[in-house]
């Protein structure tokens, strides 16, 4: 642990009171940190600051030894095989990795959705230091959506055509923060103004771009405030220029005070402009987890090496490294 100090750089001996409360240092994604704000009072005056990053960061996720295969052809082929990994409060985790190496997989095991033919062999999902494994169907329902929520690659699939994006955002507030239809029809409308589709509530799935989509998806999502989010390559269908907007505004969305995210890719250059820490999957395994900026600076697996070697603009890397 150290201090970082805000107000005096040494904390007096013999204060009265010590009040901790947890802040966010920071607001750019490379340097999300949680801690401690230390408030010294003497004789009833707040006399000294300084924020404590703690160095034991909290789990939101953690994933052990996880293994899920899938059957075809009489045959089980193993899709994660044995995958650890944590996600602290607070930070994007990115989870890299290419197609087939089992990054869906992974996202659907955390959400409960591994159906036939797809099987849970081993391994354990705990969410908030509670195992999934020990919720009942309706108890992971209810963390679905409210606490958890997932936004995926095609964003219009997963829009209901028949209902306008404001009433699906009404319908979510009501199912999951059990709101009166003014006061969530009153959300709605923030919330699709927050994502930059302001005035569009009656508009309908169809006819909205890729990006418009995504953008009301993420609001969909997020309305209900879940404490993960878990985004399954959100931006791959769209080009370059959506796609960095849309990385942006779930950044910006996002943070220690509310929701944590997980941000599944194939791209490690949106990983090295996003994420906090990354996890890199290659076939069914994780083989590195590292900060991103020391997943740069000194990768340990070829798999690694060569991802970053495949990020062609160093501009991009973190710390501008080249
Ligand atoms: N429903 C399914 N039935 C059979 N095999 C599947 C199914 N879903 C995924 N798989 C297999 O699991 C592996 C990992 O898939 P997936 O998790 O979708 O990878 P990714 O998201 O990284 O592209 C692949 O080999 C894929 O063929
Ligand atoms: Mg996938």
Not at 89 to 107: F, H, N, P, Q, R
Not at 240 to 266: E, K
Not at 281 to 302: S, T, W
Request: glycine letters at 10%; proline letters at 5%.
């Amino acid at each position: 642990m150290y201090l970082v100090p805000l107000a005096a750089s040494t904390i007096t001996p013999g204060a009265e009171k010590v009040l901790r409360i947890t802040v966010v240092v920071g607001s750019a994604a490379s340097q999300r940190r949680s801690g401690c704000l230390l408030v010294v009072r003497h004789a009833g005056k707040v006399t000294q600051m300084a924020v404590k990053r703690s160095s034991v960061p909290h789990n939101l996720l953690e994933i052990h030894e996880l293994a899920v295969s899938y059957a075809s052809n009489r045959r089980r082929h193993r899709s994660l095989d044995g995958v650890s990994l944590e996600i602290h409060t607070g930070e994007i985790y990115g989870l890299v990795g290419e197609s087939g190496s089992g990054k869906t997989t992974l996202a659907l095991s955390i959400l409960g959705l591994i159906e036939p033919p797809g099987r849970i062999e081993a391994g354990e999902v705990i969410f908030d230091g509670q195992s999934l494994a020990s919720l009942t169907e309706r108890q992971l329902d209810r963390l679905r959506g409210a606490q958890i929520g997932m936004i995926f690659q095609n964003a219009l699939v997963s829009l209901n055509p028949t209902f306008s994006i404001g009433e699906q955002i009404v319908e979510v507030l009501r199912l999951h923060l059990r709101l009166s239809r003014p006061i969530a029809a009153r959300k709605a409308a923030e919330w699709l103004a927050r994502v930059g589709l302001p005035g569009l509530e009656q508009t309908y799935p169809h006819q909205l771009s890729g990006g418009q989509a995504q953008r009301a998806m993420i609001a969909l999502t997020l309305a209900p405030g879940p404490r993960l989010l878990i985004a399954d390559e959100p931006t791959s269908a769209l080009d370059v220029t959506v796609q960095s907007q849309i990385l942006q505004l779930i950044s910006s969305l996002t943070g220690p005070a509310d929701t944590t995210v997980l941000l599944i890719t194939h791209d490690l250059g949106i990983l090295a402009q996003f994420a906090t820490r990354v996890g890199v999957l290659y076939d069914g395994r994780i083989v590195e987890q590292q900060p991103v900026e020391q997943l740069f600076a000194n990768p340990q697996h070829d798999y690694t090496q060569r991802l970053i070697q495949s990020v062609r603009n160093p501009e991009l890397w973190p710390g501008g490294r080249g």
